[in-house]
Each structure stands twice: as C-alpha cells, then as structure tokens.
C-alpha cells in the first residue's frame, strides 16, 4: 500500500499544478476582455462627446453652408436664439426646423449656380403662392437639375415678407407686377396677332393665360440673357417627375434629347388625394392618375367610368402636359402649356415615361381660394366666361352656393379617393401610380433645416424692393426688352414706310401661325369607338 500511495502522489501534484495554469490563463482572458469593453465603450463616449460638441462632422453633413455645397442651409449665426427662430416666420413651423440633415441623396449634390451645369435648364411661373408651395417647389427643382427660375409675382408671392425671402435664393430672379411692366406688356406683339386673341378681355381663367403668356414672352429673352439652355414654364402646384433617368435628373434626360428637337413634351399625372385634411401636397400625395399618352388605349377606355367616378372628364382638369423649349432664335409661347417659332414648325419629342406631377385640388381649402380669386356670377352660363374646364366650372358654384358642410361632402364624393379597393384595383391596371421620389426629396429638404434656414437666413439679410425694380428697369433699358421682346424688331428712323411694311408682315406672320394651346381635357369615351 505505501508503494501504491507512493506511485500515486507525483499524479495528483501534476493534475494540481494543470488546474492552477488553467485558472490562471482563464483569468487572464477574462481581464483582457474586460479591458478591451471598457477601451471600446471609452472610445465611443468620447467620440460622442466630440461629435455633440461639434468637434467631428458626419460625413452626411458635407453639404453644410461650411463646404457651400448647398444654397440656403447656413445656420444662423451664434446670437440666433431659439425663441426667435421660432417667432421670425409663420412659414417656419411648417417648412421644418430640424437642424439634423438626415437625407443622404444630397451629400455629393453641388449646386454651385452658374458654374459648369450643362445643358442649363430655368423655369419661369407666374404665381401668388405663399413660401410654404413656393420654397418646396423652388428647392425640389433644383435637386434634379434646373439652375435659374424666373419668378412674376403677385399677391402673396409679392408680400414683402415673401418676396424678401425668395430674392436672397441663388438662381432666383423676382420679377413684380409693376406698372412699368404692365405698360410694357401692353405693347407686346402678341395684342397684334391672332394666335392668343380668342383669350384676350376675359375674366378669371381666361386673363390669367393672357398674363402668364406675356410673362413667358419676356422670361424668353431673360433666359437667352442668361445663357440657358432649356426653358419650362410650370405653374407653383407641379413637379417635374424625370422618370426613366438613372440619377433622376431632368439634366440628364434633356442632355439625351437629339440636338434636331425643339420642344420636349412632358404628359401631366394627376394627383389623387387619399384624405380630405392634406396640408403638404407635396409630401403628403402619393397617388396619381397617369396620363392617356402613358397608357394602352384598351386599359385606359376600359376602366374610363371607373377611373372618372362621375366626374366630367377622366382627369379633373387639363390632360395635355407641359413643354419644355430649346432656347432659340424666334421662340415665343403658344399658350402656358405649349411654345412656337416665329420662323417655323418646332420639331418635338413625348416622353414615354418622364411626367408633370399635378397636384389637382390637393386641399380641401383650395375649393374656397380658387372662388375668392374670381369675380364671376355663380351660374352656369356666367362660368362659362370664366372657366375653360367643367370641373373648374362646376367647383366654383359649388364654392360659392354651398355651405361648408356641403362643400366638404362635395369634396370628398368628387376629389377624395377614399375606396380602397377601387384604388387597389386600378392601381394594378395601371391607370393609377405610386409616386414616391418627390414626396421623399422634399421631406428630406424639410429635415434637413433648409427652408427653415433660407426663411432666418432672409431675415438677417436686408433687400430693397425699390432697388430691385431699379435695377429691373435699368436692366430692361440695357439690354433693350421693349425692342427685343415687345415689338421683336428693332424700328429704325425711315419714317411711316417701314412701320406700314412692319405691321404688314407682323398681320402676315400672324395669321400663319396655330391658335394657342389652352388646357384640354383628356380623351373622352366620345372621342374613340372600341371594337368589342
């Protein structure tokens, strides 16, 4: 037995001392695990710290005011309070005021104005809208490619308060109905020919395609002057949808067009509100009604009645699209929806999928503005006078007859899509379509501080109206508008002989060219017959 406990002890001091060295190295570990989580979680706080305090920039934020990547985005400056950023604007609450950028899309957009954006693309409108369409509207266009907007405002547009705001944006230009510019107008060509006279001294609807025609008659020799490429004209309640372009950019489809083209036609969607209580259009519509150019002709007349709901037409208002034009010698409008050469037939193009998004009576409240801006006798005979389209027609008597109850019911049985499954089915015919990338840009430009910051950067930044109109004035004096854009030539001194030869060729020209384009309904079950 003592050999026995003999032969064992050497055994069991081994196994001790194994057990000690795994103890030991278990411990070890357990440590340097415990030492690597605590250096990991020091890192992190101290990178938090660091980034609170401003000391590191997210690399999302490279196109803050401090690379000038982005117009309109300088954060105010250090004596800003909070409590008077939010008492500056009304606008301020509605058009955002985070300070975070969170939308990524924008990090490598540059939108240095004026510097090497090929083909260069402007927009002009005439509009009386608040900051709260205008700001959105301006911005989203500047994200897919367009560098100047030329801007004839009135009403709410013209506010001093608004109008300060619009004229520090880069790539903005103002232009206020004055009587300097009325007067200038008045002498406009366009009185002498024939191609808009059907239009001419009529109220409403009518007066407002006179004026915007007039107004894209000078935004023409502003865009030459300019050095532009391309010109829209695009009323403050549409979005240019550039579908079918990889980078959805409106420069990249006009810089495929042929060079042979003269004017590229966008077929309009129509918006379809799901809710009676929108606020933001923009960021709030998703729906659209497409247009007949973008769908088979039997989906399209084989859920007419459907797609219509008892409305007069299959589009509430106008179906024929917007153009844009390739800045040239002798264009001139031919309507709000359409431009024409003096010289000859322009050459045009439709788009298979790019669009005009039109936000139709996206709010319950613009059935009463629409009544407040038109003086017309609420029958129908008297409408007739005022309103080109039936929808128009038939919204402003209810407007004005109703009562609120009533207009809301109205509202919601004729403009709110609220079946569901009438949406779903022709959402999978096709004659309704999703459209998110608007809605998505344009919350993220509210995210991202931006309108808020264009509102408190306009606040510290003081622009004279007057001056501005004396500038308009010596501008249009430089570079000779009256001459150039109102009478198209320029008259020499040989007396009452080239002024007869003038208006003789001017009555000439006229009568050769087409009737202006006014908004046209879309194709009716009365305009095709289908074989069944």
């Known amino acids: 037995m003592a050999g026995l406990h003999s032969a064992l002890r050497p055994t069991t001091s081994s196994s001790s001392s194994s057990s000690l060295s795994s103890s030991s190295s278990q411990s070890f570990s357990s440590r340097l695990l415990l030492l690597l989580t605590l250096l990991s979680l020091t890192l992190a706080s101290f990178a938090f710290i660091l980034q609170w305090r401003g000391g590191l920039n997210d690399p999302i934020t490279r196109w803050s005011p401090d690379h000038n990547e982005f117009p309109g985005m300088g954060v105010s400056g250090s004596g800003t309070s909070h409590s008077s950023r939010s008492s500056g ?109 059907s239009f001419f001294y009529k109220p409403c609807n009518y007066e407002l395609f006179v004026k915007q025609s007039l107004n894209m008659e000078m935004a023409i020799v502003m865009a030459r002057d300019a050095g532009m490429d391309w010109i829209i004209h695009l009323d403050t309640d549409e979005l240019i949808h550039p579908a079918g372009t990889q980078e959805y950019s409106l420069r990249q489809l006009l810089s495929d067009v042929p060079g042979n083209v003269d004017m590229v036609i966008f077929p309009n969607y129509e918006s379809s509100v799901e809710r009676d209580d929108i606020k933001e259009p923009f960021s709030e519509v998703s729906m659209f009604k497409k247009n007949y150019d973008h769908l088979p002709k039997d989906v399209y007349f084989g859920n007419y009645k459907e797609a219509t709901r008892g409305n007069p037409n299959y589009f509430l208002t106008y179906g024929n699209g917007k153009a844009a034009a390739r800045i040239q010698d002798h264009l001139r409008p031919n309507g709000a929806h359409r431009w024409h050469n003096y010289m000859k037939t322009p050459s045009e193009i439709k788009l298979d999928e790019a669009a005009v998004l039109h936000y139709t009576y996206p709010k319950f409240s613009d059935l009463t503005s629409r009544r407040d801006r038109c003086g017309c006798k609420p029958t129908k005979e008297d409408v007739k006078r005022c309103f080109m389209l039936e929808f128009d027609r038939a919204a402003f008597i209810i407007a004005s007859t109703a009562t609120e109850e009533e207009m809301l019911r109205w509202y919601r049985e004729r403009i709110v899509w609220t079946d569901k499954e009438l949406n779903l089915k022709l959402l999978r015919k096709g004659i309704l379509a999703r459209v998110y990338a608007p809605m998505v840009i344009i919350q993220g430009l509210r995210e991202s501080g931006t309108f808020h910051s264009v509102i408190i950067s306009a606040m510290q930044t003081s622009v004279s109206r007057d001056n501005f109109l004396k500038s308009i004035e010596s501008s249009n004096s430089s570079r000779a508008i009256t001459s150039e854009v109102i009478t198209s030539r320029k008259m020499g001194n040989s007396g009452e002989s080239q002024a007869t030869a003038r208006k003789f060729l001017e009555i000439e020209e006229a009568a050769s060219h087409p009737s202006a384009i006014p908004p046209l309904s879309p194709p009716g079950l009365h305009d095709f017959h289908i074989d069944t």
């Open 89 to 197: 604007s009304d606008c301020v609450d509605l058009l955002g005021q985070s300070r975070s950028p969170v939308f990524p899309y924008f990090k490598d957009w540059k939108f240095g104005y004026g510097l090497d954006l090929k083909p260069k693309i402007c927009i002009t409108t005439s509009t009386s809208a608040g900051l709260e369409q205008t700001l959105p509207w301006i911005f989203y266009h500047k994200v897919i490619g367009v560098s100047t907007f030329f801007l004839f405002v009135e009403g709410k547009a013209a506010s001093a308060n608004v109008s300060k705001v619009l004229e520090t944006i880069p790539g903005v230009k103002v232009i206020f109905r004055t009587r300097e510019l009325e007067e200038q107008q008045a002498k406009s060509r366009i009185w002498n020919e024939t191609w808009l006279a």
